[in-house]
Protein backbone atom coordinates (compact mmCIF):
# COMPACT_ATOMS: atom_id res chain seq x y z
CA UNK A 1 0.00 0.00 0.00
CA UNK A 2 1.57 3.48 -0.95
CA UNK A 3 1.79 5.95 1.79
CA UNK A 4 -0.49 8.44 3.14
CA UNK A 5 -3.01 5.90 3.92
CA UNK A 6 -6.41 7.00 2.87
CA UNK A 7 -9.01 7.42 6.18
CA UNK A 8 -12.29 8.07 6.53
CA UNK A 9 -13.99 9.45 9.96
CA UNK A 10 -17.04 7.72 11.17
CA UNK A 11 -18.98 10.12 13.74
CA UNK A 12 -18.45 13.76 13.74
CA UNK A 13 -19.16 14.69 17.34
CA UNK A 14 -16.59 16.92 19.12
CA UNK A 15 -14.03 14.16 19.40
CA UNK A 16 -14.60 13.23 15.71
CA UNK A 17 -13.63 16.92 14.73
CA UNK A 18 -10.37 16.37 17.30
CA UNK A 19 -9.50 13.14 15.54
CA UNK A 20 -9.62 15.25 11.99
CA UNK A 21 -7.57 18.15 13.14
CA UNK A 22 -4.71 15.37 14.45
CA UNK A 23 -5.50 13.40 10.78
CA UNK A 24 -4.37 16.43 8.69
CA UNK A 25 -1.59 17.03 10.58
CA UNK A 26 -0.33 13.69 9.74
CA UNK A 27 1.81 13.23 6.32
CA UNK A 28 1.27 9.21 6.72
CA UNK A 29 -2.50 10.07 6.86
CA UNK A 30 -4.98 11.78 4.36
CA UNK A 31 -8.28 12.79 5.58
CA UNK A 32 -10.23 11.50 2.62
CA UNK A 33 -14.13 11.06 4.19
CA UNK A 34 -16.21 11.69 6.41
CA UNK A 35 -19.48 9.98 7.78
CA UNK A 36 -22.12 11.57 10.04
CA UNK A 37 -25.87 11.13 10.20
CA UNK A 38 -26.24 14.70 11.03
CA UNK A 39 -26.17 16.41 6.84
CA UNK A 40 -25.46 20.14 8.15
CA UNK A 41 -22.72 19.04 10.36
CA UNK A 42 -21.41 17.08 7.75
CA UNK A 43 -21.56 19.57 5.27
CA UNK A 44 -20.06 21.93 7.47
CA UNK A 45 -17.28 19.97 8.20
CA UNK A 46 -16.78 19.18 4.53
CA UNK A 47 -16.31 22.63 3.97
CA UNK A 48 -13.37 23.08 7.32
CA UNK A 49 -11.40 20.31 5.93
CA UNK A 50 -11.74 20.16 2.00
CA UNK A 51 -13.44 16.73 1.84
CA UNK A 52 -15.30 16.10 -0.65
CA UNK A 53 -16.56 12.26 0.05
CA UNK A 54 -19.38 12.81 2.24
CA UNK A 55 -21.29 9.64 3.85
CA UNK A 56 -24.64 9.31 5.94
CA UNK A 57 -24.42 6.18 5.40
CA UNK A 58 -21.07 4.54 7.06
CA UNK A 59 -21.74 1.11 4.76
CA UNK A 60 -21.11 3.42 1.45
CA UNK A 61 -18.21 4.98 2.48
CA UNK A 62 -16.39 1.22 3.28
CA UNK A 63 -17.83 0.42 -0.07
CA UNK A 64 -15.07 3.00 -1.51
CA UNK A 65 -12.28 1.02 -2.75
CA UNK A 66 -10.20 4.47 -2.13
CA UNK A 67 -10.95 4.58 1.57
CA UNK A 68 -7.88 2.22 3.24
CA UNK A 69 -8.91 3.04 6.85
CA UNK A 70 -11.80 4.42 9.06
CA UNK A 71 -11.60 6.26 12.62
CA UNK A 72 -14.63 5.02 14.44
CA UNK A 73 -16.05 8.22 16.88
CA UNK A 74 -19.46 7.21 17.28
CA UNK A 75 -20.42 6.80 20.96
CA UNK A 76 -19.13 3.58 22.89
CA UNK A 77 -22.97 1.69 22.51
CA UNK A 78 -22.79 2.37 18.98
CA UNK A 79 -19.21 0.84 17.88
CA UNK A 80 -20.11 -2.88 17.27
CA UNK A 81 -21.65 -2.81 14.11
CA UNK A 82 -19.56 -0.28 12.19
CA UNK A 83 -16.55 -1.54 13.85
CA UNK A 84 -17.45 -5.58 12.41
CA UNK A 85 -18.30 -4.05 8.89
CA UNK A 86 -15.14 -2.13 8.33
CA UNK A 87 -13.14 -4.94 9.50
CA UNK A 88 -15.04 -7.35 6.91
CA UNK A 89 -14.68 -4.62 4.55
CA UNK A 90 -10.79 -5.10 4.87
CA UNK A 91 -10.18 -1.51 6.38
CA UNK A 92 -7.66 -0.87 8.64
CA UNK A 93 -9.57 0.38 11.62
CA UNK A 94 -8.51 2.86 14.22
CA UNK A 95 -11.78 2.48 17.51
CA UNK A 96 -12.07 4.95 20.21
CA UNK A 97 -12.05 3.00 23.45
CA UNK A 98 -14.14 1.97 24.86
CA UNK A 99 -14.00 -0.73 22.79
CA UNK A 100 -17.86 -1.61 23.35
CA UNK A 101 -20.24 -1.16 25.77
CA UNK A 102 -21.10 -4.46 26.80
CA UNK A 103 -18.24 -7.69 26.92
CA UNK A 104 -20.10 -9.76 24.71
CA UNK A 105 -20.14 -7.02 21.62
CA UNK A 106 -15.99 -6.84 22.82
CA UNK A 107 -15.24 -10.21 22.41
CA UNK A 108 -17.63 -9.53 18.57
CA UNK A 109 -15.42 -7.17 17.75
CA UNK A 110 -12.16 -9.03 18.80
CA UNK A 111 -13.21 -12.39 16.50
CA UNK A 112 -13.88 -9.80 13.63
CA UNK A 113 -10.14 -8.80 14.11
CA UNK A 114 -8.82 -12.31 13.70
CA UNK A 115 -10.33 -12.70 10.45
CA UNK A 116 -9.68 -9.07 8.90
CA UNK A 117 -7.45 -8.23 5.97
CA UNK A 118 -7.07 -4.80 7.99
CA UNK A 119 -5.08 -4.22 11.73
CA UNK A 120 -7.59 -2.90 14.39
CA UNK A 121 -5.76 -0.26 16.95
CA UNK A 122 -7.98 0.72 20.13
CA UNK A 123 -7.62 4.53 20.91
CA UNK A 124 -6.10 3.93 24.68
CA UNK A 125 -4.52 7.37 24.32
CA UNK A 126 -3.20 7.18 27.63
CA UNK A 127 -0.53 4.85 26.60
CA UNK A 128 1.13 7.09 24.51
CA UNK A 129 1.49 9.55 27.08
CA UNK A 130 5.18 10.02 27.37
CA UNK A 131 5.48 9.88 31.40
CA UNK A 132 3.69 6.28 31.47
CA UNK A 133 6.18 5.33 28.64
CA UNK A 134 9.00 6.06 30.75
CA UNK A 135 7.34 4.38 33.71
CA UNK A 136 6.62 1.09 31.66
CA UNK A 137 10.15 1.23 30.59
CA UNK A 138 11.39 1.48 34.36
CA UNK A 139 8.93 -1.45 35.00
CA UNK A 140 10.10 -3.42 32.68
CA UNK A 141 13.93 -2.88 33.19
CA UNK A 142 13.08 -3.84 37.15
CA UNK A 143 14.02 -0.72 38.71
CA UNK A 144 10.58 -0.63 41.25
CA UNK A 145 10.51 -5.00 41.91
CA UNK A 146 7.47 -6.44 42.09
CA UNK A 147 4.38 -4.12 41.45
CA UNK A 148 2.26 -4.35 45.04
CA UNK A 149 -0.03 -1.32 44.76
CA UNK A 150 -0.95 1.09 42.10
CA UNK A 151 -3.33 4.28 42.73
CA UNK A 152 -4.75 6.87 40.42
CA UNK A 153 -6.89 10.20 40.00
CA UNK A 154 -8.18 11.01 36.83
CA UNK A 155 -10.42 14.16 38.10
CA UNK A 156 -12.36 16.65 35.70
CA UNK A 157 -14.42 20.05 36.08
CA UNK A 158 -18.39 19.54 36.30
CA UNK A 159 -18.35 21.76 33.22
CA UNK A 160 -17.33 19.43 30.74
CA UNK A 161 -19.80 16.34 32.16
CA UNK A 162 -23.93 16.87 31.79
CA UNK A 163 -24.29 15.95 28.38
CA UNK A 164 -21.31 12.95 29.06
CA UNK A 165 -23.06 11.92 31.91
CA UNK A 166 -26.08 11.01 30.01
CA UNK A 167 -24.67 8.67 28.12
CA UNK A 168 -21.27 7.03 30.57
CA UNK A 169 -20.55 7.24 33.50
CA UNK A 170 -17.27 8.12 35.50
CA UNK A 171 -15.99 4.43 35.35
CA UNK A 172 -16.12 2.99 32.00
CA UNK A 173 -15.77 6.70 30.66
CA UNK A 174 -12.26 7.57 32.34
CA UNK A 175 -11.15 5.21 35.21
CA UNK A 176 -11.00 2.59 32.06
CA UNK A 177 -8.25 4.61 30.44
CA UNK A 178 -5.85 4.05 34.10
CA UNK A 179 -7.69 0.50 34.42
CA UNK A 180 -5.71 -0.22 31.19
CA UNK A 181 -2.58 1.73 31.93
CA UNK A 182 -2.61 -0.58 35.46
CA UNK A 183 -3.12 -4.04 33.30
CA UNK A 184 -0.33 -2.51 30.96
CA UNK A 185 2.00 -1.57 33.52
CA UNK A 186 1.96 -4.91 35.48
CA UNK A 187 1.23 -7.62 33.12
CA UNK A 188 -1.10 -8.92 35.60
CA UNK A 189 -4.86 -9.68 35.12
CA UNK A 190 -7.83 -7.80 37.33
CA UNK A 191 -9.33 -11.09 39.31
CA UNK A 192 -12.03 -8.75 40.94
CA UNK A 193 -13.50 -5.25 40.92
CA UNK A 194 -15.28 -3.22 44.33
CA UNK A 195 -16.88 0.20 43.58
CA UNK A 196 -18.59 2.99 45.10
CA UNK A 197 -20.47 5.65 43.43
CA UNK A 198 -21.74 9.32 44.28
CA UNK A 199 -24.34 10.92 42.37
CA UNK A 200 -24.24 14.43 42.84
CA UNK A 201 -26.27 16.27 39.97
CA UNK A 202 -29.20 13.61 39.55
CA UNK A 203 -27.94 12.91 35.84
CA UNK A 204 -28.53 9.70 34.15
CA UNK A 205 -25.17 8.15 35.47
CA UNK A 206 -23.52 9.42 38.72
CA UNK A 207 -20.57 11.45 39.37
CA UNK A 208 -18.29 10.28 40.79
CA UNK A 209 -16.72 6.66 41.33
CA UNK A 210 -14.54 5.04 43.47
CA UNK A 211 -12.56 1.74 42.45
CA UNK A 212 -10.90 -0.90 44.03
CA UNK A 213 -9.20 -3.94 42.06
CA UNK A 214 -7.61 -7.28 42.71
CA UNK A 215 -5.17 -8.63 40.52
CA UNK A 216 -4.10 -12.09 39.98
CA UNK A 217 -0.38 -11.76 41.42
CA UNK A 218 -2.07 -10.46 44.56
CA UNK A 219 -1.41 -6.36 43.75
CA UNK A 220 -4.29 -4.12 44.70
CA UNK A 221 -5.14 -0.97 43.08
CA UNK A 222 -7.07 2.21 43.67
CA UNK A 223 -8.72 4.41 41.57
CA UNK A 224 -10.32 8.03 41.92
CA UNK A 225 -12.28 9.19 39.25
CA UNK A 226 -14.42 12.44 39.83
CA UNK A 227 -16.89 14.10 37.21
CA UNK A 228 -17.81 17.29 39.58
CA UNK A 229 -14.92 19.73 40.27
CA UNK A 230 -16.34 23.04 41.20
CA UNK A 231 -16.54 25.34 38.36
CA UNK A 232 -13.57 27.40 39.07
CA UNK A 233 -11.52 24.73 39.55
CA UNK A 234 -8.12 26.00 37.40
CA UNK A 235 -7.34 23.02 35.59
CA UNK A 236 -9.02 20.52 33.25
CA UNK A 237 -7.73 17.66 34.50
CA UNK A 238 -6.24 16.24 37.39
CA UNK A 239 -4.12 13.16 36.80
CA UNK A 240 -2.01 11.22 38.71
CA UNK A 241 -0.60 8.04 39.27
CA UNK A 242 1.50 5.98 41.72
CA UNK A 243 2.71 2.67 41.57
CA UNK A 244 4.36 1.00 44.29
CA UNK A 245 7.13 -2.12 43.87
CA UNK A 246 8.84 -3.95 46.23
CA UNK A 247 12.02 -1.69 45.33
CA UNK A 248 11.02 1.61 44.45
CA UNK A 249 7.87 3.65 43.37
CA UNK A 250 7.03 5.84 40.43
CA UNK A 251 4.74 9.05 40.72
CA UNK A 252 3.22 10.36 37.46
CA UNK A 253 1.02 13.51 37.82
CA UNK A 254 -0.03 14.96 34.61
CA UNK A 255 -1.54 18.93 33.13
CA UNK A 256 -2.02 20.61 36.44
CA UNK A 257 0.35 22.92 36.76
CA UNK A 258 2.80 22.13 34.10
CA UNK A 259 1.89 25.52 32.33
CA UNK A 260 -0.56 28.84 34.08
CA UNK A 261 -2.30 31.39 31.96
CA UNK A 262 -3.73 34.38 34.31
CA UNK A 263 -6.03 36.01 32.43
CA UNK A 264 -8.69 38.84 33.82
CA UNK A 265 -10.92 36.02 34.63
CA UNK A 266 -9.08 33.14 36.21
CA UNK A 267 -5.61 30.96 36.18
CA UNK A 268 -6.16 28.68 33.21
CA UNK A 269 -3.92 25.27 32.84
CA UNK A 270 -4.69 23.43 30.22
CA UNK A 271 -4.08 20.20 28.55
CA UNK A 272 -0.40 19.99 26.71
CA UNK A 273 -0.35 16.24 26.54
CA UNK A 274 -3.10 15.08 24.85
CA UNK A 275 -4.01 16.64 22.35
CA UNK A 276 -3.04 20.49 22.48
CA UNK A 277 -4.02 22.69 19.64
CA UNK A 278 -0.88 24.79 17.32
CA UNK A 279 -2.40 26.49 14.36
CA UNK A 280 -5.42 24.48 13.49
CA UNK A 281 -3.62 21.17 13.94
CA UNK A 282 -4.05 19.09 17.02
CA UNK A 283 -0.40 17.43 18.56
CA UNK A 284 0.10 15.18 21.70
CA UNK A 285 -0.72 12.01 22.55
CA UNK A 286 -3.42 11.63 19.78
CA UNK A 287 -0.77 13.02 16.90
CA UNK A 288 1.79 10.02 18.23
CA UNK A 289 -0.96 7.51 18.53
CA UNK A 290 -2.63 8.51 14.98
CA UNK A 291 0.98 8.01 13.56
CA UNK A 292 1.74 4.71 15.75
CA UNK A 293 -1.90 3.12 13.76
CA UNK A 294 -0.71 4.61 10.42
CA UNK A 295 2.68 3.36 10.25
CA UNK A 296 1.31 -0.09 11.44
CA UNK A 297 -1.65 0.21 8.98
CA UNK A 298 0.96 0.74 6.27
CA UNK A 299 3.23 -2.14 6.83
CA UNK A 300 0.20 -4.40 7.62
CA UNK A 301 1.23 -5.16 11.03
CA UNK A 302 -0.71 -6.12 14.24
CA UNK A 303 -0.61 -3.04 16.80
CA UNK A 304 1.36 -3.65 19.99
CA UNK A 305 -0.33 -1.28 21.62
CA UNK A 306 -3.51 -0.85 21.95
CA UNK A 307 -4.59 -4.39 21.34
CA UNK A 308 -7.93 -4.96 20.93
CA UNK A 309 -7.59 -7.99 23.94
CA UNK A 310 -5.96 -5.38 25.99
CA UNK A 311 -8.97 -3.01 25.40
CA UNK A 312 -11.31 -5.98 26.00
CA UNK A 313 -10.02 -6.59 29.54
CA UNK A 314 -10.47 -3.47 30.57
CA UNK A 315 -13.85 -3.27 29.56
CA UNK A 316 -14.78 -6.31 31.43
CA UNK A 317 -12.89 -4.92 34.78
CA UNK A 318 -14.70 -2.07 34.64
CA UNK A 319 -18.41 -2.76 33.46
CA UNK A 320 -17.91 -5.68 36.54
CA UNK A 321 -16.47 -1.98 39.02
CA UNK A 322 -19.79 -0.96 37.79
CA UNK A 323 -21.88 -3.63 38.83
CA UNK A 324 -20.21 -3.94 41.79
CA UNK A 325 -21.40 -0.42 42.30
CA UNK A 326 -24.87 -1.10 41.63
CA UNK A 327 -25.05 -4.31 43.66
CA UNK A 328 -22.85 -3.46 46.45
CA UNK A 329 -20.89 -6.86 45.95
CA UNK A 330 -17.06 -7.86 45.33
CA UNK A 331 -17.33 -8.80 42.02
CA UNK A 332 -15.11 -11.78 40.33
CA UNK A 333 -13.71 -11.59 36.50
CA UNK A 334 -12.90 -15.00 35.53
Not at 147 to 169: F, Q
Not at 170 to 192: N, Q
Not at 287 to 315: K, T
Request: aromatic fraction near 8%; hydrophobic fraction near 40%.
Amino acid sequence: MSSPLRIGVIGLGWFGEIHCDTIIGLPNLKLSALCTRTGDRLEALGKKYGVQKLYRDYNEMLADPEIDAVSICTMWDQHTEPAIAALKAGKHVFLEKPIASTVEDANKIVAASRDSKGILFIGHIVRFNPRYRMAKQAIDAGRIGKIVALNSRRNIPAAWTPEILNKIGPIVGDAIHDTDIMLWLTGDRIVSAYAQTVDVRGLKHPDIGQTMYRFAGGATAMLETVWCMPEKTPFDIDERMSIIGTEGIIHIQDTFPNLAVVDGNKLHSPDTTYWPEFDGVRGGALRDEFDYFARRALANEQPQIGRPEDAAAALAATLAAEESARTGNVIRIG
